[in-house]
């Protein structure tokens, strides 16, 4: 927080009130990294719709989070900073539940997909779902399980899922 002042040229007190703690600040840049992922997963997937375009978004959203270099640093160096913003309720959930409600409503409402929960509550269901085994490494086990994760989004939605390209 220190190095950040100094570079946008105020003291430490003045960065505190205006972002609140580091950890604050982490949720934030994480949440709108979160949304900018999800507009690239968007934007590049193939799939014609329906459940299949869900699984397709997901899967390119939970690659490019497990790929993404900084993340796995800050994953490493501050494991427990990561759950509390990654695994609890906050800023990036929020943003990512949002995003996979809003495209769970725009297939439903396509024609394409048919609900058996409201989008809100089915969307924060997957991101939760996936969030356990995207970081399945902070919780105790190798490596992520993106297609367990997958699989299990698929079930949700009454679909078989088949592998998809990054």
């Known amino acids: 927080m220190s190095a950040l002042a100094t570079e946008v040229g105020i003291g430490r007190s003045t960065l505190y ?3 609140g703690a580091r950890e604050d600040l982490l949720s934030v840049v994480l949440g709108e990294a ?5 507009a690239y997963a968007r934007k590049h997937t193939t799939a014609p719709g329906g459940a299949e375009r869900i699984v397709e978004v997901m899967d390119r ?3 490019a989070v497990a790929e993404a270099r900084p993340l796995q640093e800050l994953s490493r160096r501050e494991p427990l ?3 509390r913003i990654l695994l609890v309720p ?3 959930e929020k943003v990512s539940g949002r995003n996979v409600a809003a495209m769970l409503a725009e ?3 396509a024609g394409r997909l048919e609900l058996s929960l409201p989008p809100d509550v089915l969307g924060l269901a997957i991101i939760r779902m996936c969030d356990a085994h995207l970081y399945a490494p902070l919780l105790g086990r190798t490596d992520p399980e993106i297609d367990t994760g ?3 989004v698929a079930a949700l939605l009454g679909h078989t899922r ?3 390209t990054k």
């Open 61 to 63: 959203f939970m690659h």
């Open 90 to 92: 906050g800023p990036v």
């Open 150 to 152: 997958l699989d299990l």
């Open 34 to 38: 979160a949304d900018r992922t999800f």
């Open 17 to 19: 009130r205006l972002v």
């Open 81 to 83: 900073v990561i759950v």
């Open 162 to 164: 088949r592998p998809a």
């Open 107 to 109: 297939e439903e409402a």
